[in-house]
């Protein structure tokens, strides 16, 4: 079990230090499949160009990593993010989720 939080851990550090750098080609590529299609879908450009017009600050430090068997939550210092495992490793299938109260999160990147 602390090999798959350390997974996802290790995806998380991708993720955001790829967003922190702008290099959203590397930040597409953690993202899931349904995630980029969403996300290209609803921006009408191809992915990389979708998050860099998307404004996604990047989260800060890992507090808390959360696996339940193929799904994942990343607790960072100012964003939630959401993962899955696929045969090519854990993917981000939401990022910039809030906290909602007696509601589910609240995602601005979230695949169909």
């Known amino acids: 079990m602390a090999e798959r ?13 790829a967003l922190g750098e702008g ?17 290209e879908q609803q921006a009408g ?5 979708a998050m860099s017009e998307e404004s996604l600050p ?7 990593t ?3 068997g193929n799904q994942a939550r990343a607790v960072l210092s100012s964003d939630t993010l959401f993962l899955s495992h696929f045969a090519s490793g ?14 589910p999160y609240r995602c601005r990147i979230k695949g169909g």
Do not use: I, M
């Not at 450009?45 to 160009?49: D, G, V």
């Open 5 to 17: 939080r350390d997974d996802v851990r290790d995806t998380t550090a991708v993720f955001e230090r």
């Open 45 to 49: 450009s191809p992915c990389a160009r």
């Open 90 to 103: 854990w993917k981000v299938v939401a990022a910039g989720c809030e906290p909602r109260p007696q509601e």
């Open 58 to 64: 990047p989260g800060g430090p890992v507090r808390r």
């Open 23 to 39: 290099a959203y080609d590397r930040v597409c590529a953690v993202l899931a499949p349904a995630t980029v299609e969403e996300l």
């Open 66 to 68: 959360d696996v339940y």
